[in-house]
Nanobody
Framework: QVQLVESGGGLVQAGGSLRLSCTMSASIFRINVMGWYRQAPGKQRELVATIFSGGTTNYADSVKGRFTISRDNAKNTVYLEMNSLKPEDTAVYYC??????????????WGKGTLVTISS
């Protein structure tokens, strides 16, 4: 069973930066997309950023220009560089990987989440 191990969360002041990492414990046949989602207290989980196998990225409007998603295919790792952090960025951040087996069965994995807290 593949696990996603996240790291990099913590407490920072507004305007600061954090870098989240998410590493897969094992490889799968094909990774289609890797991404980050977040869930703030009392709110639904929302998309933050995704990166597709070809390198195309997608961002939520609220983080465009401040966050950057990247991946290291050799390390099965996806990163989220977060700059100019705001208190409203406070949330649990979850890593997500979607892919498929050699026989085209869909696969999807979630990390357990890492807490990001931004103080004002």
């Amino acid at each position: 069973q593949v696990q996603l191990v996240e790291s990099g969360g913590g407490l920072v002041q507004a305007g600061g930066s954090l870098r989240l990492s998410c590493t897969m414990s094992a490889s799968i046949f094909r990774i289609n997309v890797m991404g980050w989602y977040r869930q703030a207290p009392g709110k639904q989980r929302e998309l933050v950023a995704t990166i597709f196998s070809g390198g195309t990225t997608n961002y939520a409007d609220s983080v465009k220009g401040r966050f950057t998603i990247s991946r290291d295919n050799a390390k099965n790792t996806v990163y989220l560089e977060m700059n100019s952090l705001k208190p409203e960025d406070t949330a649990v951040y979850y890593c997500n990987v979607a892919g498929a087996t050699r026989d085209y069965y869909d696969l999807e994995y979630w990390g357990k989440g890492t807490l990001v807290t931004i103080s004002s």
